[in-house]
């Protein structure tokens, strides 16, 4: 399969050139139509924040690997800030196993990472939209959703919270039965702090509460997450309403001591109170755990359950290498199918006309009742010798990909058949 | 008289023809195996999530609860009575309404995940019930009353409620430590979330409470025309009264916000274990009355 594939991505470039070479949808559009008038008959392309990657599949094995590195270069007008040994390259199945890593979310950044699955999808629907790709693209991405697909079924590879601000909202979901009948006060306006209040509403928390020293910090992410503020002096008097408390405050000494605690949950008829403590140093007096139905989580008891989670992960590894070395098996199957019938029919060319050639030149040694037996005798013979290798040629299709393609190439090569005709699989 | 004799050999005949015992014999030992399949096929499916197991556990476990149902009712035809006179008979009832209640709780709520335990309650007390039920024929006539009717059909509804809060407390503190110490197992992933199960149990702990008070009430009422042999301080009684107490306590303790979900919940359990020790020890080696075989 003669699949090229280059990109620069986390695990080669940092993010400062990986930015550099991110493509937006008006971009990639300006990009792929310039691979057509070089001679590459499909295209794609797509950019995430962590990895930009050009596939593309060319009518003759050539390893075009600096011109596709300089049109990504030369598009982003990067050339004097990204070295080429930034860029990564890889051919054939190498390239189809790459892609299909990549789907999978094993590649990722963050292990089972599910966003980059709609994002190879956005990138092809571009590339079909201008027409940039077609039978083999199509073929091959579609393969690398299958994959996709799986991994998200069969396996736990995104299951799981991997950060602290995720930690923290699963944490509440198996607590609370329903968190839109809850409230939740932020305290401090952090970064950690402001992506858990944003989970926390995108999860449907009922009532979002910030406060902060600097009033207007708490109001700005009031207005960026939906929620309301209070006064950060009387934030104390609203304790005993709130389900869930985020504290991320920088101080000395504790926000709350235990004895706070106490008295808030005397007050509360719920059973149950949930404490997230991102500060450094800590917000919350640690007695504070021992409370009956107070569930108190610091930086470093998310961490650990981050920890826990990445490790399931890992563990999945083995079974999605096993499913993408399926789906890499079954795609070169299909390919090395392609290429059989077109062989059947040049090999039957091939010998028809040396049938063809000797029945015309000796034609005329036999009576003119008897022409049209030898025509009919030669064929026959024909069809007899050719008959067998066409069923086994056939039936090697349940082999594996590369033993047919060996087959293949053997008889093109003993026949002097040429390569396999591009133009009947784009026939298909 | 010459005319009578063969029919009444006839009908003797057949009442040994139609006899339901060979059925009930294959059931009294049929059911508790099905629960234990039951346990075994919803703990493949909880811990170990495996697709043959979820495929088919509430088939069978609806399965099951049919057959239990034939099984009353062929006892109650063959005996003459429904199987609520000896605390043998009553653990079969206990045991199916248990396996009632969980089917409706899983098909109509979020709970779910909780098969495997309800199940254990469930086929414990239909092995006891299996294990020493006897084939009882005669009822006392003090039983055919009404009153006697509410008193045994709502004491076994309330212990099957007690049960399944029982469970769901049990549950919930499972979960409850997993949280507190930092333990994502698979109690962690597979559990409804702390509030469901708390507000399940605590469901169950209250309507438990209502049925038991009812058939307490129902008792007493009833006592004095049963014509029994009784004692208002009979260790049945009193323990009983005493249990019944212990629920009270803990609704109001809960209604007031003096006990949150925990309390409760380990009440919810220590009640169940008491009632149980109860429903056994007191029948069996203390109590004047309440055994009528």
């Given at each position: 399969m003669n699949l090229v594939c280059v990109g620069i991505s986390h695990h080669t470039a940092p993010l400062e050139l990986r930015e550099r070479l991110w493509f937006s949808e008006q971009e990639i559009k300006a990009t792929l139509p310039l691979l057509n008038s070089e001679g590459f008959d499909e295209a794609v392309l797509f950019s995430t924040c962590n990895r930009t990657e050009l596939y593309v599949h060319v009518r003759q094995p050539e390893l075009r690997v600096k011109f596709l590195t300089d049109l990504l270069l030369n598009q982003k007008s990067a050339a004097d800030h990204v070295p080429h040994d930034q860029f990564f390259n890889y051919f054939a199945s190498g390239a189809t196993e790459h892609l299909f890593r990549v789907a999978s979310g094993i590649d990722s950044m963050i292990l089972g990472d599910v966003q980059i699955l709609s994002q190879i999808k956005e990138g092809f629907r571009i590339s079909q939209e201008i027409g940039a790709s077609g039978f083999f693209m199509n073929k091959i991405f579609q393969s690398a959703f299958h994959v996709g697909k799986r991994v998200r079924t069969e396996t736990v590879i995104s299951e799981g919270a991997v950060s602290v601000s995720y930690a923290a909202v699963e944490l509440a979901e198996r607590m609370f039965e329903v968190l839109g009948e809850k409230s939740a006060l932020v305290i401090g306006a952090g970064e950690t702090a402001q992506l858990t209040a944003k989970h926390l509403k995108s999860h449907g928390i009922g009532k979002l509460l910030i406060t902060n020293r600097t009033a207007e910090r708490a109001e700005l992410l009031a207005r960026e997450v939906g929620g309301s503020t209070l006064p950060f002096d009387d934030f104390g008097n609203h304790l005993a309403d709130v389900d869930i408390l985020i504290t991320s405050i920088q101080s000395d000494n504790y926000v709350l001591s235990a004895d706070d605690v106490r008295r808030i949950v005397k007050k509360r008829l719920a059973s149950t109170l949930f404490i997230i403590d991102i500060g450094v140093p800590r917000n919350i007096d640690p007695e504070t755990r021992k409370i009956d139905g107070v569930f108190v989580y610091d930086i470093d008891a998310l961490q650990g359950m981050i920890n826990e989670n990445l490790q399931k992960r890992q563990n999945e590894i083995p079974k999605i290498r096993s499913i993408i070395a399926h789906q890499v098996a079954e795609l070169y199957q299909w390919y090395s199918s392609l290429h059989v019938t077109p062989t059947i029919a040049a090999i039957r060319e091939h010998f028809e006309a040396i049938r063809a050639d000797e029945v015309e030149k000796n034609i005329n040694r036999f009576a003119p009742h008897e022409r049209e037996l030898v025509e009919i005798l030669t064929k026959r013979i024909l069809n007899k010798i050719l008959h067998r290798p066409t069923v086994n040629l056939k039936n090697g299709q349940t082999q594996t990909a590369s033993e047919g393609l060996l087959k293949i190439s053997v008889l093109r090569e003993l026949f002097d058949?040429?390569?396999?005709?591009?133009k009947e699989q784009n026939d298909d | 008289m010459q005319q009578h004799l063969p029919k009444l050999i006839y009908i003797e005949r057949r009442s040994r023809i139609v006899s339901l015992i060979p059925y009930i014999n294959i059931l009294n030992i049929a059911l508790p195996v099905l629960y234990f399949g039951i346990v075994f096929v919803y703990g493949k499916a909880f811990f170990s999530d495996e697709a043959w197991a979820r495929g088919i556990k509430t088939k069978i476990f609806v399965f099951t609860v049919v057959l239990h149902f034939a099984y009353l009712i062929l006892r109650t035809v063959e005996f003459r009575h429904p199987p609520v006179t000896s605390i043998y008979e009553m653990l079969t009832v206990v045991s199916f309404s248990v396996a009632v209640a969980y089917l409706f709780i899983e098909f109509r709520s979020k709970a779910k995940g909780t098969g495997y335990f309800i199940a254990i309650i469930a086929f414990v007390l239909q092995l006891i019930s299996s294990l020493f039920i006897r084939d009882l024929t005669e009822v006392p006539e003090a039983l055919r009353s009404n009153l006697f009717g509410l008193h045994v059909s709502s004491a076994m509804l309330g212990y099957a409620a007690i049960a399944i809060s029982a469970v769901f407390g049990f549950l919930y503190l499972m979960l409850y430590h997993e949280i507190k110490s930092n333990r994502f197992g698979v109690v962690y992933q597979k559990l409804p979330n702390l509030e469901t199960l708390e507000r399940m149990g605590f469901t169950a702990f209250k309507m438990g409470f209502v049925l038991l008070g009812v058939a307490i009430i129902a008792g007493f009422v009833w006592l004095p025309s049963s014509g029994l042999d009784f004692s208002y301080l009979d260790p049945k009684l009193i323990g009983t009264m005493l249990i019944w107490l212990m629920y009270g306590i803990g609704i109001l303790a809960k209604r007031r916000g003096d006990w949150k979900g925990r309390k409760v919940m380990m009440l919810s359990v220590w009640g169940f274990g008491i009632t149980l020790v109860s429903m056994v020890v007191i029948n069996l080696f203390l109590s004047g009355f309440h055994k009528f075989d």
């Amino acid at each position: 399969m003669n699949l090229v594939c280059v990109g620069i991505s986390h695990h080669t470039a940092p993010l400062e050139l990986r930015e550099r070479l991110w493509f937006s949808e008006q971009e990639i559009k300006a990009t792929l139509p310039l691979l057509n008038s070089e001679g590459f008959d499909e295209a794609v392309l797509f950019s995430t924040c962590n990895r930009t990657e050009l596939y593309v599949h060319v009518r003759q094995p050539e390893l075009r690997v600096k011109f596709l590195t300089d049109l990504l270069l030369n598009q982003k007008s990067a050339a004097d800030h990204v070295p080429h040994d930034q860029f990564f390259n890889y051919f054939a199945s190498g390239a189809t196993e790459h892609l299909f890593r990549v789907a999978s979310g094993i590649d990722s950044m963050i292990l089972g990472d599910v966003q980059i699955l709609s994002q190879i999808k956005e990138g092809f629907r571009i590339s079909q939209e201008i027409g940039a790709s077609g039978f083999f693209m199509n073929k091959i991405f579609q393969s690398a959703f299958h994959v996709g697909k799986r991994v998200r079924t069969e396996t736990v590879i995104s299951e799981g919270a991997v950060s602290v601000s995720y930690a923290a909202v699963e944490l509440a979901e198996r607590m609370f039965e329903v968190l839109g009948e809850k409230s939740a006060l932020v305290i401090g306006a952090g970064e950690t702090a402001q992506l858990t209040a944003k989970h926390l509403k995108s999860h449907g928390i009922g009532k979002l509460l910030i406060t902060n020293r600097t009033a207007e910090r708490a109001e700005l992410l009031a207005r960026e997450v939906g929620g309301s503020t209070l006064p950060f002096d009387d934030f104390g008097n609203h304790l005993a309403d709130v389900d869930i408390l985020i504290t991320s405050i920088q101080s000395d000494n504790y926000v709350l001591s235990a004895d706070d605690v106490r008295r808030i949950v005397k007050k509360r008829l719920a059973s149950t109170l949930f404490i997230i403590d991102i500060g450094v140093p800590r917000n919350i007096d640690p007695e504070t755990r021992k409370i009956d139905g107070v569930f108190v989580y610091d930086i470093d008891a998310l961490q650990g359950m981050i920890n826990e989670n990445l490790q399931k992960r890992q563990n999945e590894i083995p079974k999605i290498r096993s499913i993408i070395a399926h789906q890499v098996a079954e795609l070169y199957q299909w390919y090395s199918s392609l290429h059989v019938t077109p062989t059947i029919a040049a090999i039957r060319e091939h010998f028809e006309a040396i049938r063809a050639d000797e029945v015309e030149k000796n034609i005329n040694r036999f009576a003119p009742h008897e022409r049209e037996l030898v025509e009919i005798l030669t064929k026959r013979i024909l069809n007899k010798i050719l008959h067998r290798p066409t069923v086994n040629l056939k039936n090697g299709q349940t082999q594996t990909a590369s033993e047919g393609l060996l087959k293949i190439s053997v008889l093109r090569e003993l026949f002097d058949l040429g390569s396999p005709a591009e133009k009947e699989q784009n026939d298909d | 008289m010459q005319q009578h004799l063969p029919k009444l050999i006839y009908i003797e005949r057949r009442s040994r023809i139609v006899s339901l015992i060979p059925y009930i014999n294959i059931l009294n030992i049929a059911l508790p195996v099905l629960y234990f399949g039951i346990v075994f096929v919803y703990g493949k499916a909880f811990f170990s999530d495996e697709a043959w197991a979820r495929g088919i556990k509430t088939k069978i476990f609806v399965f099951t609860v049919v057959l239990h149902f034939a099984y009353l009712i062929l006892r109650t035809v063959e005996f003459r009575h429904p199987p609520v006179t000896s605390i043998y008979e009553m653990l079969t009832v206990v045991s199916f309404s248990v396996a009632v209640a969980y089917l409706f709780i899983e098909f109509r709520s979020k709970a779910k995940g909780t098969g495997y335990f309800i199940a254990i309650i469930a086929f414990v007390l239909q092995l006891i019930s299996s294990l020493f039920i006897r084939d009882l024929t005669e009822v006392p006539e003090a039983l055919r009353s009404n009153l006697f009717g509410l008193h045994v059909s709502s004491a076994m509804l309330g212990y099957a409620a007690i049960a399944i809060s029982a469970v769901f407390g049990f549950l919930y503190l499972m979960l409850y430590h997993e949280i507190k110490s930092n333990r994502f197992g698979v109690v962690y992933q597979k559990l409804p979330n702390l509030e469901t199960l708390e507000r399940m149990g605590f469901t169950a702990f209250k309507m438990g409470f209502v049925l038991l008070g009812v058939a307490i009430i129902a008792g007493f009422v009833w006592l004095p025309s049963s014509g029994l042999d009784f004692s208002y301080l009979d260790p049945k009684l009193i323990g009983t009264m005493l249990i019944w107490l212990m629920y009270g306590i803990g609704i109001l303790a809960k209604r007031r916000g003096d006990w949150k979900g925990r309390k409760v919940m380990m009440l919810s359990v220590w009640g169940f274990g008491i009632t149980l020790v109860s429903m056994v020890v007191i029948n069996l080696f203390l109590s004047g009355f309440h055994k009528f075989d």
